[in-house]
């Protein structure tokens, strides 16, 4: 369950086993913690799980609890299954121990019930019981496979397989590839996965802090967005908790206090207001329950720092359950009537639902004194699959039938995965990860995939649609629908229009592209400029390493051919350093050259120049701006090429979402490279997004791609690329 959630509607999950989530921290009081059953004590678990296997007839002790919980959400659930793995896990990890000092046992049950608690089915939970065997014990899959079927055989190697590559920093590419594949195969892979990282940030506190901090950031870059992409808020926004509590000890230390003193509260206004959402639908003859649903640390975090001083009502939100989904709209027109609307908090993701399967309406009720109450409407349906995302699904690979009531039973495998429920940001993940060029590209490519939180639709001319992250163009669309044959794209149409590639699309819009004839059309270098998503930019990027521009294979031959005779002129005194920078040759021989401020031209870029007054030359890369406007103009080109290459001044704009110390993170990054800061600018963030520009000093050009890669790979920055200032006429 949630760490967010209080008084679950309908039956529905407990506190998972060993749980201590932050609205349960000592210290926190009663009236911010969830009604749910007393928490389950692992050495109880521990002495029932040393006891041995229970006879044969019923079932061991220490899974009574899980068989509880999945009985609550699957009441035909045959049990044996989960007997029998359970007496194979416990005979095989009898003796071992964890750090905490628990029979090692205690974690598969505890993984298996926070899944049982979250609506999973019985193969899952067969796998997860037995999800370490294969790695930490003798026995097989083989073994597994004859007692348990290829379904779970099939689940147990795909968690082992993550399991056998360390979370170490070369390694971290390699692992996170392997659980993209294994997510892609068969979502219940990852759902073991996520069950069995959260318990084991649970019982982190006996590593060494240094340990803690790997493991949270791994868990903070890359897990926790996944668990978000797969809805399973439940999981989600209790990583999130222990992650902020072990990365941000003094903010979690401030916001513990803030929960603390708010529940220390005589008056309670989140409370009023839901006793008079309570009337309101009742008058109105809606069956519904109201219920308050505190925030977890996280989100007060993020509240407290956007919205300043908390009020009474920041701390939690109204959640509204109803039968059916009509009686959603009903309630929502009943809120508006009879309370006032703040009409800008209004969301309708019941009509248009999130990629990660969420559905509800949202909206917000103000009352006399200015207190704002935040109301999330949603059925019981829906409020199950927004807390356990694609563990609601059951088995998504068959339909339940009279012989398997809770779809967990075993059925004819081939080995192979059809998924009909895979969403477009997971297959849109599989599909690029194939094409990375290089561990480095994968590891910050995934990185910037999962921080794209929305997802639009377009539809296609045939009738089909595509699923692509908010703020892609029709170059995404086209490699999206046609992968690397889209080099051939000529152009596009959007709503019946011509428009250029570039286009940016929106949620809606339909979309037929044009392609060309000729077998070998190329595409355009530009085109990375207007790419948003990661397939699109490795088909790109790889074509570009295959054809390079006419400039570089002209400087491939010319150093075949040794070394030309022109003499090198560097810059103008002005821009020289300590160390002899980056120089340019320019036709005639002698010509004063200065470097372009308005691209920062640095080999091997290609590059032009313009006569400008006093006999200098100015150097531009060939796609400036300002290049292109002399050439229009009519200024003549003056040939230049590059001479030594040693130091030089280059510009890098980093684009990130905001955070706290990504300022310090990006400098220390910079630093780490061996490059010098002359200066940087931060412009004010825009929709929780920031623009960092740096004028960086070089030690040599070829440090560049480096730079450039290191940066990227700072937590937050989602793209680094050379700056295009606007050029004068002066140049």
């Not at 592209?513 to 990375?528: I, K, N, T």
Request: hydrophobic residues 40%; charged residues 25%.
């Amino acid at each position: 369950m949630s760490a967010e959630a209080t008084n679950p509607a309908k039956p529905g999950p407990a506190t998972p086993a060993d749980r201590r989530p932050a609205s349960l921290e000592p210290g926190v009081p009663p009236a911010h913690r969830k009604k749910a059953r007393a928490r389950i004590d692992l050495r109880r678990l521990g002495r029932a799980a040393l006891l041995g296997p229970a006879a044969r007839d019923r079932l061991p002790d220490a899974i009574g609890h899980v068989a509880e919980a999945h009985r609550a959400h699957h009441p035909d659930a045959k049990l044996e299954p989960l007997r029998r793995a359970y007496v194979l896990a416990e005979s095989s990890h009898r003796g071992q121990m964890r750090k905490s000092g628990e029979p090692y046992i205690t974690h598969p049950l505890a993984v298996t019930l926070i899944l049982a608690e979250l609506g999973a089915e019985t193969t899952t939970l067969t796998a997860s019981l037995l999800h370490d065997t294969v790695e930490d014990t003798e026995v097989t899959l083989d073994q597994v496979r004859e007692e348990f079927g290829d379904e779970v055989c099939y689940l147990v190697d795909g968690v082992t397989k993550l399991e056998k590559v360390d979370y170490g920093a070369a390694a971290e590419p390699e692992t996170f590839r392997k659980m993209l594949v294994a997510t892609g195969n068969d979502v219940r892979v990852m759902s073991i996965k996520l069950a069995d990282r959260l318990h084991n940030m649970r019982t982190l506190g006996v590593m060494r802090p240094e340990k803690q901090a790997r493991i949270a950031k791994v868990t903070r870059d890359v897990l926790i967005p996944l668990a978000e992409r797969l809805g399973v808020q439940a999981l989600k926004t209790e990583l999130e908790d222990l992650v902020f509590a072990i990365l941000h000890p003094e903010e979690y230390e401030h916001t513990r206090e803030l929960i603390v003193e708010n529940a220390s509260r005589s008056d309670d206004p989140l409370a009023e207001i839901a006793e008079e959402v309570r009337v309101v639908l009742r008058d109105a003859g809606i069956q519904a329950e109201v219920l308050i649903r505190p925030r977890h640390f996280v989100s007060v975090h993020r509240v407290s720092r956007k919205r300043g001083p908390m009020r009474g009502a920041d701390f939690g939100r109204l959640l509204v359950l109803v039968n059916e989904d009509a009686d959603c709209y009903g309630v929502l027109g009943e809120l508006h009537t009879c309370l006032t609307p703040v009409v800008s908090e209004f969301k309708d993701f019941i009509a248009v639902p999130k990629f990660n399967l969420y559905q509800s309406l949202h909206t917000a009720v103000t009352r006399g004194d200015g207190q704002v109450a935040e109301v999330l409407i949603r059925t019981h349906q829906m409020h199950k699959a927004a807390e356990a995302g694609v563990i609601a699904l059951g088995n998504p690979y068959v339909p339940p039938s009279e012989e398997q009531p809770d779809g967990g039973g075993e059925r004819p495998f081939d080995g192979e995965r059809a998924d009909p429920t895979r969403p477009g940001w997971l297959s849109r993940l599989l599909d690029w990860q194939q094409g990375a060029p290089d561990p480095d590209t994968f590891w910050s490519t995934l990185r910037e995939d999962l921080a794209q939180d929305r997802e639009i639709t377009v539809f296609r001319a045939d009738g089909g649609s595509l699923g692509l992250p908010e703020g892609a163009s029709c170059v995404d669309a086209a490699y999206a629908q046609y992968g690397e044959d889209a080099h051939a794209c000529i152009g596009a149409r959007v709503n019946g229009r011509l428009a250029t590639l570039s286009t940016v699309l929106k949620d809606g819009d339909t979309v037929q592209l044009l392609m060309g004839q000729d077998p070998a059309s190329e595409p355009s270098r530009e085109w990375l400029e207007h790419a948003h998503t990661a397939a699109a930019r490795i088909a790109i990027q790889r074509w570009m390493a295959t054809h390079p521009a006419p400039g570089e294979e002209e400087a491939a031959r010319a150093s075949a051919a040794g070394p030309r005779p022109p003499v090198a002129v560097p810059p103008r005194p002005a821009e020289t350093q300590t160390a002899r920078p980056a120089s340019a040759v320019a036709d005639p021989p002698g010509a004063s050259v200065r470097m372009a401020g308005c691209c920062t031209p640095v080999p091997p870029d290609e590059v032009t120049g313009f006569a400008v007054r006093g006999g200098v030359v100015t150097v531009h890369r060939v796609e400036c701006a300002g290049a292109a406007r002399m050439k229009s103009a009519g200024r003549p080109e003056v040939g230049v090429r590059w001479g030594d290459t040693t130091e030089c001044r280059v510009t890098l704009v980093a684009e990130s979402f905001g955070r706290p110390h990504l300022l310090a993170d990006l400098t220390e990054a910079i630093a780490g490279e061996g490059v010098a800061v002359v200066s940087a600018t931060v412009e004010p963030p825009s929709q929780q997004r920031v623009r960092h520009t740096y004028t960086l000093q070089l030690p040599d050009a070829a440090h560049l791609p480096g730079l450039m890669r290191a940066m990227r790979n700072v937590p937050g920055v989602y793209d680094v690329s050379r700056a295009q200032h606007p050029a004068t006429a002066a140049q």
